[in-house]
């Protein structure tokens, strides 16, 4: 799948509702405080960007090379030791995991402080049917409760949950993962009561958990 990736990073990198938004500002919001952050997933790098203008010593980790990531590695197996990292976020990247409580308890692991987690919300069977087939690099999203979970579970308390609404040019948001026009047409039909004139409207679920 990384290979996919790789011929998908550009057009990470440029899209707009990936590279700015509201989530992206809280994020670097609540990242106050820290000194050192590590970014898991990173894609399009939006989020180690945001920090090194802010002024956060950051190391970003990916999976695919064309990601341009410092480290190249999964989230599953991070290359780092015990609270390496004051700060790790990780930012509309899990639904992609393989072994989601693995990847929690790894950022948690390489974690100091607090851990920040960003995804798509999980709404029905329907709408994990349309990503899959847009997408076959998504495995699943996760409900509020099942994070919450998640994040408990490697030793994390939660301090804040926020929702936010994402819209995407439909026509783009197809493009991006070159999805073909009978697999296109039916993530249409499959997502239409979540379209809305040329955008597809998703929510995310963004949390900062902190250390026990």
Known sequence: MTDLWNERAEAYRNAPEQREGEDLDRIVEWAAGAKTALD??????????R?????????????????????????????FADSSFDLVVTRIAPHHFEDIALAVAEMARVARERLIVEDTLYVSEVVEEAERLRDPTHVSSYSEHEWRSFLEAAGLQ??????????????????????????????????????????YVDHKLLIRARKR
Not at 43 to 48: D, F, N, T
Not at 59 to 68: C, E, L, N, Q, T
Not at 165 to 181: I, N, Q, V
């Open 40 to 49: 898991v997933a990173t894609g399009g790098g939006h989020v180690a960007r």
């Open 51 to 79: 920090l090194r203008e802010a002024g956060f010593e950051v190391v970003s980790a990916d999976p695919a090379p064309g990601m341009k990531a410092d480290v190249i590695c999964p989230a599953e197996h991070l290359p």
């Open 158 to 199: 939660i301090e804040a949950v926020e929702t936010y609404e994402k819209r995407h040019p439909l026509a783009e948001w197809l493009a991006r993962t070159d999805t073909s026009e009978q697999d296109g047409a039916r993530v249409r039909e499959l997502l239409a009561d979540r379209i809305e004139g040329d955008e």
